[in-house]
């Protein structure tokens, strides 16, 4: 990646994209390259361009920003996507986490944050930044249902270490295929689509003290 990160913008209001427009120019570290309206433009652009990063809008006329963040991260893991929205209710921040954005950011946001979040999905594209993820996973876990059961917390905790499926099974005296079911029950119920993602979750809401850092990767 260059020392300019590249941004494509998507949203079908033309309001919103001359005002991320000028939020991202106005950085020295920041190049706008595009701004599409729909899912069709902004993939079109997307795959003429090669934006480092792509800023997309939940609601357009031909489909939702996370069809762009699944198209966009079918092909690569390592561009950043972030989700913008007028609708930051939970439903919305899991589906974006779940879709594979990089950042979630609610349209109420000062515009830095909105390039605050760029940078971060820049980065660290396979995280998930949101300012309210930590409370909608309070709310999620509030339900027995979704609770971590006690060995599901040990398994946790061994992900944490960096350990595998094939060497958490002996240490806790299961099979194999028994520890990739609560591995899978433990994604489900903290809304991750991933190891790295289930770990920053749990940490954040406060099951997780530490994480090695080679479990996150």
Known sequence: MSSSTSVLLVDDHELIRDGLSGAFSAQPDMTVLGAARTVTEALAMFDQMAPDV?????????????DVVRRVRAKSRDIGVVVLTMHSGDDQIFAAMEAGASAFVGKDAPSGEVVKAARHAAVSPRSFLCAGLAQAMTRRMSGESSRLSD????????????LSAGEIAPKLHLSESTVKSHVARIYQKLGAANRAQALVTAMRIGLLSSIDPRSAT
């Open 54 to 66: 792509v800023v997309t809008d939940l609601q357009l006329p031909d489909g939702t920003g996370l």
């Open 151 to 162: 060995r599901e917390h040990e398994v946790l905790v061994l992900l944490a270490d960096g």
